[in-house]
């Protein structure tokens, strides 16, 4: 079974500094993996994935991902914070399997100080 | 489009009592996910259905848990008799297909409190 880790639950940062969000996942099988966004009072939402090719993965807000199978990582990032990326951030796993659910990690709660 | 819809917003109610939260997917979805999400931890999957028939529902504690998905559209989530434990919020997802690399649409969950 796949499982997956974040290491942090809370990270402080002030605005325009950079940020890293980690998560590892173990799995013996070859894995999609996905990163959730929820804002304050909203659902969660899908803010990118990695399914095969290219390892690094974008989204349109500027947070990019990398799979990194060695080091069975797949940890988010983004050059600049601002304030309306407060949020909690969730990594996902998924095995390449239609009998496989998706694994959600316990979340990492991003606070963003002007 | 419209969202997943999930009603209603909060429930507080005293354990033992019972329990029952809606979800109505985006339209044409054919897999429905219901999950339990505890403070603190991740959203933790308590069954999946395809169309109207059930694909997974290894986590679902069924002694007092039940759902259903009537045509295949809209689902019903119960509880009966809730514990102090069951506090959580309760989370439903829709998906087109089902297929593992699938983005999942969240609704913006059901909060339980059960005193």
């Known amino acids: 079974a796949q499982s997956v880790t974040q290491l942090d639950s809370q990270v402080p940062v002030f605005e325009e500094a950079p940020v890293e969000l980690r998560c590892n996942y173990s799995?013996?099988?070859?894995?999609?993996l996905f990163w959730y966004v929820q804002y304050p009072n909203q659902g969660l939402q899908l803010l990118l994935k990695y399914l095969s090719g290219s390892t690094l993965v974008k989204s349109i807000n500027g947070f990019e991902a990398e799979f990194n199978k060695s080091q069975t990582s797949f940890h988010l990032r983004k050059p600049s914070v601002h304030i309306s990326d407060t949020a909690e951030y969730f990594c996902a796993v998924s095995r390449y399997s239609s009998a496989s659910k998706i694994i959600f990690g316990s979340g990492t709660r991003l606070s963003i100080r002007p | 489009e419209a969202g997943v819809a999930q009603s209603p917003r909060y429930k507080i109610i005293e354990k033992r009592q019972s329990v029952a939260f809606w979800c109505n997917p985006i339209s044409g979805h054919a897999t429905l996910y219901w999950y339990q999400q505890i403070l603190g931890q991740g959203p933790k999957l308590l069954i999946q259905f395809q169309n109207n028939g059930v694909v997974d529902d290894s986590q679902l504690p069924k002694d007092r848990f039940s759902a259903e998905r009537l045509k295949g559209v809209d689902s019903t989530l119960k509880i009966q008799p809730a514990k102090l434990e069951d506090s959580a919020v309760y989370l439903c997802?829709?998906?087109?297909?089902?297929?593992?690399?699938?983005?999942?649409?969240f609704g913006s969950g059901t909060q339980l409190s059960v005193l």
């Open positions: 997802a829709s998906s087109q297909n089902g297929a593992t690399n699938e983005k999942l649409f």
């Open positions: 799995s013996s099988v070859s894995v999609y």
